[in-house]
Nanobody, 118 residues
Framework: VQLQASGGGLVQAGGSVRLSCAASGSTFSINAIGWYRQAPGKQRRELVAVSTSGGTNYADSVSGRFTISRDNAKNTVYLQMNSLKPEDTAVYYC?????????????WGRGTLVTVSS
């Protein structure tokens, strides 16, 4: 499974950005797909993931402001980010957990930078 993230950029505080993550390869083997972020000098943290059943789990820091959605026909997952704050500035990564007869794997897309100015 390969992932391609896009949509980052510079936005003012209070604004919105939508990130996209396009999956390719053995997309039928994906068990869950989600978003992480890594702020400067900090560890990468999970924000939200969506399972094949549609269940989601949001981190407290983004709950109510960020929304994950997916377009199965396009094999794409989106992260709508509203009411952005300067502390949301980070590199955002999409991640997919998938499995086949060989075992369980995790794929990462290249990060996309979101900068929120005050």
């Amino acid at each position: 499974v390969q992932l391609q993230a896009s949509g980052g950029g510079l936005v003012q505080a209070g604004g919105s950005v939508r990130l996209s993550c396009a999956a390719s390869g053995s997309t039928f083997s994906i068990n869950a797909i989600g978003w992480y972020r890594q702020a400067p000098g900090k560890q990468r943290r999970e924000l939200v993931a969506v399972s094949t059943s549609g269940g989601t789990n949001y981190a407290d820091s983004v709950s109510g402001r960020f929304t994950i959605s997916r377009d199965n026909a396009k094999n794409t997952v989106y992260l709508q980010m509203n009411s952005l704050k300067p502390e949301d500035t980070a590199v955002y990564y999409c991640n997919a957990d998938w499995s086949d007869y060989r075992g369980v794997f995790s794929s990462w897309g290249r990060g996309t930078l979101v900068t929120v100015s005050s």
